[in-house]
C-alpha cells in the first residue's frame, strides 16, 4: 500500500521555524520526485518545493526561497522541508506528493498524503 504521511505542523509565531516530515512507503522511493504543496484557506493549492528523482535537486517557489530547505534521506524514505522565518502567508495545509519529476502542477502527481496544518501567527 502506498502511503505518505506527513508530520511536524503546528503553530508558530511569524519569524519562527517548523520542520515537516514526509514519510515514504509502499513504492520505490528513489524513482520518484517528492514535492510540497500547501493550500490556504479559500485559495487553490500550489506548490512549494519539490526535490527531483534523477539527483535530488531541490526547486522553491519564488514565494519561499531563502527561507525554505527542502532535503531527502533516502535511507530513511523521508523528505523533510525546513521552513524558517516564517509569515503568517505562509499558513496552510501542506502536502507532500510524489511524482515521476518534479512538477508544478498537482494533477501529475501519483500520491498524496493526508496533509498538516502550519499556522504562522502575527
Known amino acids: 500500500e502506498v502511503q505518505l504521511v506527513e508530520s511536524g505542523g503546528g503553530l508558530v509565531q511569524a519569524g519562527g521555524s517548523l520542520r515537516l516530515s514526509c514519510a515514504a512507503s509502499?513504492?520505490?522511493?528513489?524513482?520518484?520526485?517528492i514535492g510540497w504543496f500547501r493550500q490556504a484557506p479559500g485559495k487553490e493549492r500550489e506548490g512549494v518545493s519539490c526535490?527531483?528523482?534523477?539527483?535530488?535537486?531541490?526547486y522553491y517557489a519564488d514565494s519561499v526561497k531563502g527561507r525554505f530547505t527542502i532535503s531527502s534521506d533516502n535511507a530513511k524514505n523521508t523528505v523533510y522541508l525546513q521552513m524558517n522565518s516564517l509569515k503568517p502567508e505562509d499558513t496552510a495545509v501542506y502536502y507532500c506528493a510524489a511524482n515521476q519529476d518534479c512538477s508544478g502542477y498537482e494533477f501529475e502527481y501519483d500520491y498524496w498524503g493526508q496533509g498538516t496544518q502550519v499556522t504562522v501567527s502575527s
Open positions: 509502499g513504492f520505490t522511493f528513489d524513482d520518484y520526485a
Open positions: 526535490v527531483s528523482s534523477s539527483d535530488r535537486s531541490p
